[in-house]
């Protein structure tokens, strides 16, 4: 078969008028694309903005369970826990990961308490909110993060915010085989509809920075995190770690950060044809709101284009600290 070639063909003509547009748009955006990350602080009342992330606060217990409530009703339908653990509470082990009373627990029944069912609890499996070091994992006398203890830990850790109420739990640490054996402790202890949302790419990105400041855990690392997360340079080693974590049990995977790493959910979805999400992180929040105040672009229309590009490359949903905002937008 020959192509028309122009003046027969004019790609352009398909271009000309809104309703045309409309008609061959390829991907739509819609709040039920968003999971919203909130960051949870302790007392009552409580709201502290995060100077990093403009327009980003830690929520009270109390106003996370509002905050959540929103969400539902914006049709955002799942929102990611991330606490602020009072330094107090930290220790070299992250012993307070696995307290059935922590702030990440009991936000997670503030807001079952408040939503029920209306709205998803994805609780974040690392031990950096709760480790004196800030290192996602165990350390050696060396400062190595083990690996096959830090996942016996992480198991505890995923049951504890299971046992509260989680919905899905979404393992960012980035250690080896912490997906079988997160979902085989799912399974024995009768929990087998919890989901798992691996962080399957996770790369060591500068791009975390805010994030690292939002839960009080950045003036604490020492070093970095790049015995563990992969390194910016690899593409190909991502589709190995999808493999294994698709294997081991995972009902999603991630890529993080978002932006800078669409040809991985690009490759990924190709590869796998799996669910993949990607988290627009806390550093690509920060750039695109420095972008708007600078009076390089209009804000809002950064937020969906930006947004636009996850669906456009693949993922079926995408954490952005944007997600109420973006939800607004897009219901008028
Ligand atoms: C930690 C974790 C991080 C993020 C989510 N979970 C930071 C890190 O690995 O240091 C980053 C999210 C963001 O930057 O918005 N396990």
Known sequence: MTLAAYPHLRLRRTRASGWSRALYRECVLTPADLVWPLFVTGGTGVHEPVASLPGVSRWSVDLVARRAKEAAALGIPAIALFPYTDPARRSVDGAEALNPDNLVCRAIRAVRDACGDAIGIVTDVALDPYTSHGQDGLVDDGGYVVNDDTVAVLVDQALNQVAAGADMVAPSDMMDGRVRAIRMALEMNGHPNVQILAYAAKYASAFYGPF??????????????????????????????????????????????????????????????????????????????????????????????????FKRAGCTGVLTYHAADAARLLNG
Do not use: C, H, W
């Open 212 to 309: 690292r400041d939002a839960v009080g855990s950045g003036n604490l690392l020492k070093g970095d995190k790049k015995s563990y997360q992969m390194d910016p340079a690899n593409g190909a080693e991502a589709l190995r770690e999808v493999a294994l974590d698709i294997a081991e049990g995972a009902d999603a995977v991630m890529v993080k950060p978002g932006l800078a790493y669409l040809d991985v959910v690009a490759r990924v979805k190709d590869r796998f044809d799996v669910p993949v999400f990607a988290y627009q992180v806390s550093g690509e929040y920060a750039m695109i709101e420095a972008a708007a105040a600078a009076g390089a672009g209009d804000r809002d229309a950064l937020v969906l284009e930006t947004l636009m590009a």
